[in-house]
């Protein structure tokens, strides 16, 4: 059974004009024996991943294993910065993003090719794996053709980190995905994990938002939603909040 750390929460914003925001859920499991990641984060997160990692007591030294549930930049960004660290990567993933060529999007090609060039701290993995004690892979295509969730038993109540596969608490309660490149697929997907923490009373983390469950049928957020936006709007008052709450 593991303890569940949140480091990052994620975020459900877009932006039309500058975009993917890239706030993506960053959470730390942590039992006797490993300090897992589940995704890396994105470069900006690296102060955040310090400061969190030592509120534990820990190091990016003291992670044993990142859990990439697929290959988009801000869920494998920072998989270099864990030195003593198993990278885990889907194989259907990976086979489908080093056949993509430089600059398609959110696919960081160079990633990509580090994971394949690495024969040593990289392990791949596939559908209904338990990758390690108590963590099993599902199958969760759509966003990405070999995109992975993890189910996982926590100490309270079982968790699923969908990833992308379910971004925020509006496509849980829909099925209506964003950012997709199979939107059947991913309707299939968010089904099937919807119905996993329905039968089981799980938690499920997004990729880009704070961690939800089911309550009456609804999705509904576990705890609240907020970012802390600083804006500097002219050149004579200084820095406005433009935080969300």
Aim: no cysteine; glycine share 10%; charged share 20%.
């Amino acid at each position: 059974m593991y303890s569940l750390h949140t480091l990052v929460d994620g975020f459900p914003g877009k932006s039309a004009s500058h975009g993917a925001f890239g706030w993506s859920s960053l959470w730390l499991l942590q039992d006797a024996d490993r300090r897992v990641l589940v995704d890396a984060g994105p470069p900006a997160y690296i102060p955040l991943i310090h400061d969190g990692l030592a509120a534990l007591g820990l190091t990016t030294a003291d992670i044993t294993d990142v859990l990439v549930t697929h290959l988009h930049w801000d869920h494998v960004g920072n998989f270099t910065m864990y030195p003593n660290a198993t990278t885990w990567v889907g194989e259907e993933e990976l086979a489908w993003a080093e056949t993509q060529p430089a600059g398609t999007p959110f696919v960081p090609d160079l990633h990509v090719q580090e994971l394949r060039r690495r024969r040593e701290g990289v392990e791949r993995m596939s559908d209904g794996q338990e990758v390690l004690p108590g963590i099993t892979t599902i199958a969760s295509p759509g966003h990405t053709p070999g995109h992975l969730a993890f189910h996982v038993e926590a100490a309270d109540r079982s968790h699923v980190f969908a990833g992308d596969a379910v971004k925020n608490v509006f496509e849980l309660n829909t099925l209506q995905v964003d950012s997709t490149m199979d939107a059947d697929a991913s309707r299939a997907s968010v089904d099937r994990l919807r119905s996993l923490i329905r039968d089981t009373d799980g938690v499920l983390v997004p990729g880009h938002d704070v961690a939800l469950g089911l309550d009456a049928g609804e999705a509904v957020r576990l705890a609240p939603q907020s970012a802390r936006i600083g804006f500097f709007a002219d050149g004579v008052r200084g820095e406005a909040d433009r935080s969300i709450r």
